[in-house]
């Protein structure tokens, strides 16, 4: 079973800065899209951004509330995924998870697909933006 492990959370003030990481556990992240959800009680799952898998050029996708503020890179010798948050805003507040992805093309434009994680879900890490 993929599994994957989520840390670098905390509290910041709106307009910091926070670097998550994503860890894999028993198997080669370099193989997968990843992909980084986030989660605010009551509320669906929402696709952040994915990173397509070096052989499809390394491409990166974000969802428009976080574009041109979150950067998301992978170190494959690190067997690591990360999403370097910038511009905090309090919106952002959420339990964030990263996720393995059935295929390159769930990474898609506008964010990685719920509905195509393979990976089991972890248990994320926890951004508070607040002042």
């Known amino acids: 079973q993929l599994q994957l492990v989520e840390s670098g959370g905390g509290l910041v003030q709106p307009g910091g800065s926070l670097r998550l990481s994503c860890v894999a556990s028993?198997?080669?992240?370099?193989?997968?899209?990843i992909g980084w959800f986030r989660q605010v009680p009551g509320e669906e799952r929402e696709g952040v951004s994915c990173?397509?898998?070096?052989?499809?050029?390394?491409?990166?996708n974000y969802a428009d509330s976080v574009k041109g503020r979150f950067i998301i890179s992978r170190d494959n010798a690190k067997n690591t995924v990360y999403l370097d948050m910038n511009s905090l805003k309090p919106e952002d507040t959420a339990v964030y998870y990263c996720?393995?992805?059935?295929?390159?093309?769930?990474?898609?434009?506008?964010?990685?697909?719920?509905?195509?994680?393979?990976?089991?879900w972890g248990q994320g890490t926890q951004v508070i933006v607040s002042s």
């Open positions: 990173i397509r898998t070096s052989s499809w050029g390394g491409n990166t």
């Open positions: 996720a393995a992805l059935q295929g390159n093309g769930n990474c898609s434009p506008s964010g990685p697909k719920s509905g195509a994680v393979i990976s089991s």
């Open positions: 028993g198997f080669t992240l370099g193989y997968y899209a």
